[in-house]
């Protein structure tokens, strides 16, 4: 696990934003995992910007959401699909076609997950998965003692998500869906990088137990510690609780440039 602390969330982006492009321009017809909510924003609008500006072509490039809220349609405001094409997939040259984000509507759940797991493996797998961490340390919506080894099912939220969440519905938690459907964290895990932003102080504690608590299905993101490519982009406030910032800052500026973006 690589941990990179920079100075804020914006420059925490921006570097974050050109591993991504640097994959996209090599392997341009890369699978990428996405994820949705306030972390990954500045991410994305840097995606954009390299690609309205830089010619970033995203033409090729097929895409997998971590997870959508159950009983919301695709156009309800708060709908992770309503959240991706305004934030991402409008403003870049993605073919609608490759673009895959849970149905939330799904007549037969469990179905629609399976079709979904079917659906990675036919696309060759995740090359790079995009991940936010809860203050409670989960991933997706792989809410704590998750098993490492699920795959995309439905999930049932904690008290602490819709307590978290409620502020995207008009700060009212009883408006937030109490399921959803989530990529497991064995499906998280297959894929070939993992790419994870944490940002400000609310998050420092989750930070610190998932770098450097033990492994613990109570702490769903501390799995990461056995991915062979996981990558930790967080801002100084993020990183507050760890307690050798100074190494991981160290290992990072001497790093050769041909690796940086790598």
Known sequence: MEIIIQSDADATSITAARM?????KEKPHAVLGLATGSTPLKLYQELVRLHQQEGL????????????????PRDHEQSY??????N??????IQPQNVFIPDGMAADVPEA?????????NAGGIDLQVLGIGSDGHVGFNEPTSSFASRTRIKTLTRQTLKDNARFFEGDE??????????????????????MLAFGEKKAQAIASMVEGPVASVVP???LQHHARAKVFIDEAAATHLKRA???RWVYEGKPNWQLDA
């Open 20 to 24: 991504v492009a640097r994959l996209v």
């Open 57 to 72: 072509d995203f033409s090729g490039i097929t895409t997998f959401n971590l997870d959508e809220y159950i009983g919301l």
């Open 81 to 86: 699909y309503s959240f991706m094409w305004e």
């Open 88 to 93: 991402l997939f409008s403003q870049i040259n």
């Open 113 to 121: 997950c399976a079709e979904y797991e079917q659906a990675i493996l």
């Open 174 to 195: 009883t408006q937030v869906p109490h399921h959803c459907i989530t990529m497991g964290i064995g499906t998280i895990m297959d894929a070939g990088c993992i790419l």
């Open 221 to 223: 993101a501390s799995i």
């Open 246 to 248: 100074d190494y991981y």
